[in-house]
Structures are given as C-alpha cells and as structure tokens.
C-alpha cells in the first residue's frame, strides 16, 4: 500500500533517480549494493551534472526506491561522509549564481506577433499562449500540459 501512496508524477521522478543511480554503478563497474563509500562517489559524480541542490533530492528517490531491497540504506544516508559530502559540494558551487533567460519584453511580443502566419491555426494558438502567459504572469506550466501522461496531475492544480 505504501507504494501506491505516491502520485504518478512522484513515482516517475523516483525512478528517474533510480536510473541515474544505476547508470552510475553500471558506468563505474560497481556492484548495486548501496555503501557510504558508493553513496559519496555518486555524490560527486552527480555534481558536475546537476545543480548540488537536486543532488540531495536525487538522493531522497534512491533511498526511496531501493530501500524495499536494501532495508539500511536510510543509516548509510545519514552516515557523517555522505552528508559532509553534500554540504562540500553546496559550499564548492554555492557562487555560480541563478542563471535565467532574457526577461521577455513588448518588442519581443510584437515581433512574435508580426513572424507568424495569420492563416495558421497551430501559429494563432502559439500567439495566444505567449500573450495570456506575458499579461496575466504565467509560467510555462501553468500553460502547457505535459506529453508525458504519468507526469500529468490536475489534482496539484486544483489543490
């Protein structure tokens, strides 16, 4: 019953980390059995991937998904190396600062407006998102459904 407890979009972000996880072990030619030696390399490894903060959340759905076969793995998380591993890697790239894209202004709307074809339905609806999502301060989310059915929730949006 535990197991179903999590949404759908939940469970496919876990076994995403789990994915990770295992490419790493198959990558590196290690056996799968969690250790806190494995969990700090993973750690490090995960860094010069990710953002440190998703680190430790990459860590939250291993730990999830592989503690029904491996029953320690919550004391190999809270072992001292494998969270002074986490808080290294957050001091290490603490200064890299928020990248974010060009703030979308006015022109950029009229130009958007002006290069599509008018006769195009699919060219009018791309339009119309990117006018309601500008005026009423949307983000992409909140305008777009996601192709990817398991990942959909309108119980999150209505809650």
């Known amino acids: 019953m535990l197991s179903h407890a999590l949404n759908n979009s939940m469970m496919t972000t876990y076994s995403s980390h789990l994915q990770s996880y295992l490419n790493f072990c198959k ?4 056996l799968l059995e969690p250790s806190t030696d494995m969990l700090s390399f993973y750690i490090v490894f995960m860094a010069h991937h ?3 903060n998703s680190v430790s959340q990459y860590l ?5 998904s592989l503690k ?5 793995i919550h004391d190999i998380w809270n072992v001292l190396l494998v969270s002074h591993m986490l808080a290294g890697i957050h001091k290490l790239c603490r200064f890299t600062g928020t990248s ?3 703030v979308l202004t006015e022109d950029d709307l009229n130009l958007n407006l ?3 074809n008018s006769s195009n339905l699919d060219d009018l609806l791309m339009v119309s998102i990117i006018f309601t999502g500008f005026h009423s301060l949307m983000h992409l989310g909140e305008l777009t459904v996601s ?3 398991a990942k959909c ?6 809650l």
């Open 114 to 116: 002006m290069s599509f």
């Open 68 to 72: 029904p076969h491996f029953p320690n």
């Open 147 to 149: 192709d990817n059915e």
């Open 100 to 102: 974010h894209k060009r």
């Open 153 to 158: 929730s309108f119980l999150k949006a209505i």
């Open 27 to 30: 990558l590196h030619d290690f």
């Open 50 to 52: 990710i953002k440190p």
């Open 60 to 64: 939250s759905g291993i730990v999830s």
